[in-house]
Structures are given as structure tokens and as C-alpha cells.
């Protein structure tokens, strides 16, 4: 007999719209930025500044996007509170840890139960806005290369620290790591809900998952 189960409204809208605006800036900044790196279509300048134009669009998108869900990790519900993503933050945490990675190694049956992120892959998320961060910063640091002004002001001063040319390489690879991890989210997403039963791929648009009484 399964356990009954109760819808609860855990993802708010702002971060609903903060998942998929930042989904959708990825995927049009790497689309740009592999093209500005190595142009593969036959459109002279023009086109150039056009998928210049468009990425430095989506980077502002992207920064907006990233700084409000920072934002929100002081203002949101409980599984949206820093909270949740900070480790030993929460009661039982290292236990939570613990099962929910032998579930992953396939050594425990029966997924944790968790309404929110669990603790795994809330410390993921630490790591891919701490990427997303260095990616926002890179950029525009590049950009300040040649615009000058207060762009150079706020974000040249990486150059310090850092040559150019690396600035540049980091910029490229984080992105390959950021896709890398959108590959991975969609696979796990897929993974989790088939085996919790809990709506969460629909969750990300409704906000609403359906979850075990007894979790």
C-alpha cells in the first residue's frame, strides 16, 4: 500500500522564474560565445555584431537572474533560505547526507524523502552559482578590455591578478562545466521524480510537489 500523499507549495515563483530564465541565458550564451570564439557561419561582420550584441543581452539577463535568486535566498520560503543550502545549517543534515549518497551509489533501496533540495544537491547548486558567478565577472572583465570607462573601473581590476588570456580560457570552460551540469540536472530530475513519485519536473512550473505524509 503507498503512502498518502499531500501537495505542498515549495518552489515560489521568483524561483521558478529565476530556474528558467538562467536555463535559457546558458544555453544563448554558449550558443554566442562559441560563435564569437570560433565563427562557424559565413556572415561577415554583421553577424558578428550580432552575436555580440545578443550575448551581452543574455549577460545582463543572466547577472539580473543570478542576483535576484541570491536575493531571495534572504527573503524566500524555507527550502528557498540559505538555510537549506548551507551545510549543518539544518537539523540532520549529515544524516540526510549520508543517505542520500548511498541512495546514489545504489546501496539504499528507497530515495530519502526530501520536500526541498537535499542536501547533495543543495551543495551542488553552492558550486554552479559560485561557477555562474566567476562566469558573470570573467566576461565582463573581457568586455572591459575594450569598452574602457567603469567597466574597466568595476571589473578590470581582475587583470591585476590574473592575465588576460587565462580570464579568457576560464570564461570558455566554465561554460563547457555549465553545460555539462545542465546535461546532468536534466538526467538527475528525470531520475529523482520516476522514483520519488513526487512531481518534480512538473514542480518547477507549478511550484507545487506531491509528497509522502510521513516524509
Known amino acids: 500500500m503507498r503512502a498518502p500523499r499531500e501537495l505542498i ?27 564569437i570564439g570560433n565563427p562557424y557561419l559565413r556572415g561577415g561582420n554583421f553577424l558578428m555584431l550580432y552575436m555580440k550584441q545578443w550575448h551581452l543581452v543574455f549577460a545582463i539577463v543572466l547577472t539580473c ?26 537539523p540532520g543534515w549529515l544524516k540526510r547526507s549520508f543517505q542520500t ?48 570607462g567603469w567597466w574597466a573601473v568595476v571589473f578590470g581590476w581582475i587583470f591585476r591578478f590574473v592575465p588576460a588570456n587565462d580570464v579568457r580560457w576560464a570564461h570558455h570552460m566554465i561554460m563547457w562545466l555549465l553545460l555539462g551540469f545542465l546535461v546532468h540536472h536534466i538526467y538527475s530530475s528525470i531520475l529523482m ?23
Do not use: C
Not at 534572504?74 to 533560505?81: D, R
Not at 522514483?195 to 509522502?212: A, D, H, M, P, Q
Open 101 to 148: 549518497m548511498l541512495w546514489y551509489m545504489f546501496l539504499r533501496r528507497r530515495s530519502p524523502d526530501e520536500i526541498g533540495h537535499n542536501p547533495l544537491a543543495a551543495m551542488a547548486y553552492i558550486g554552479i552559482y559560485g561557477l555562474l558567478v566567476l562566469e558573470i565577472f570573467s566576461g565582463f572583465a573581457m568586455n572591459s578590455l575594450s569598452w574602457g
Open 9 to 35: 507549495y515549495v518552489w515560489q515563483l521568483p524561483v521558478r522564474l529565476t530556474h528558467w530564465i538562467v536555463a535559457l541565458a546558458i544555453v544563448v550564451l554558449a550558443i554566442t560565445g562559441i560563435y
Open 65 to 90: 537572474a543570478v542576483v535576484w535568486r541570491l536575493a531571495w535566498l534572504f527573503m524566500g520560503n524555507q527550502w528557498s533560505s540559505w538555510r537549506g543550502f548551507v551545510p549543518f545549517a539544518t
Open 193 to 215: 521524480d520516476t522514483e520519488e513519485r513526487s512531481g518534480l519536473l512538473s514542480s518547477i512550473v507549478t511550484g507545487y510537489k506531491s509528497i509522502r505524509r510521513n516524509s
